[in-house]
T-cell receptor
């Protein structure tokens, strides 16, 4: 079935460090891929998305490229800030028979220390 | 502010009881999704409604049910509550069910505590 796998957290980084959160997926067809972020005490919100292979989604300094050949959608940021501390969820939709269902990964907790 | 509202914000109840969580989607959104988030299970998809009809089911227990009304608001009913049902329940909405447009907007959640 369709699934999303993320690197396990928690991830702790110093301010201005480089961030990579790995995400790989298993899906039939050509899903759309998303990164959502959940700040403490809040609901999830969309961070970026990519709808076809080789698309790059970007927002607030974060980037992720849809790699069909490696079924990956890794999240990167060049210089993290304390305000980036949150839980990050990789997700997909539009795969196979679960056409409109969004499937979320388990989430990766990020803590950025000054 | 995502435009999705959920009530109540907090709910404390006892085992065996029944509660109803309410969600109003963003104006114009036809799809409503319910999720349960707990520390041990992570974010679990429960159920989706699209324009009043059930569209997809996830890990929803038989003790739980939902519906979407003609005005598109949705309610999640949880009955015969158990301690393990304590969690954050999120509602999300999206414009339609096309995957390229399937950005989901999440409400602030209802925190349910079962004592």
């Amino acid at each position: 079935g369709n699934s999303v796998t993320q690197m396990e957290g928690p991830v702790t980084l110093s301010e201005e460090a480089f961030l990579t959160i790995n995400c790989t997926y298993t899906a039939t067809g050509y899903p759309s891929l998303f990164w959502y972020v959940q700040y403490p005490g809040e609901g999830l919100q969309l961070l970026l998305k990519a709808t076809k292979a080789d698309d790059k989604g970007s927002n607030k300094g974060f980037e992720a490229t849809y790699r069909k050949e490696t079924t990956s959608f890794h999240l990167e940021k060049g210089s993290v800030q304390v305000s980036d501390s949150a839980v990050y969820f990789c997700a997909l939709s539009g795969a196979g028979t679960s056409y409109d269902k969004v499937i979320f990964g388990p989430g990766t907790s990020l803590s950025v220390i000054p | 502010d995502s435009g999705v509202t959920q009530t109540p914000k907090h709910l404390i109840t006892a085992t065996g009881q029944r509660v109803t969580l309410r969600c109003s989607p963003r104006s114009g959104d036809l799809s409503v999704y319910w999720y349960q988030q707990s520390l041990d299970q992570g974010l679990q998809f429960l159920i989706q409604y699209y324009n009043g009809e059930e569209r997809a089911k996830g890990n929803i227990l038989e003790r739980f049910s939902a519906q979407q009304f003609p005005d598109l608001h949705s309610e999640l009913n949880l009955s015969s509550l158990e301690l393990g049902d304590s969690a954050l329940y999120f509602c999300a909405s999206s414009v339609d069910n096309r995957p390229n447009n399937n950005e989901q907007f999440f409400g602030p959640g209802t925190r349910l505590t079962v004592l």
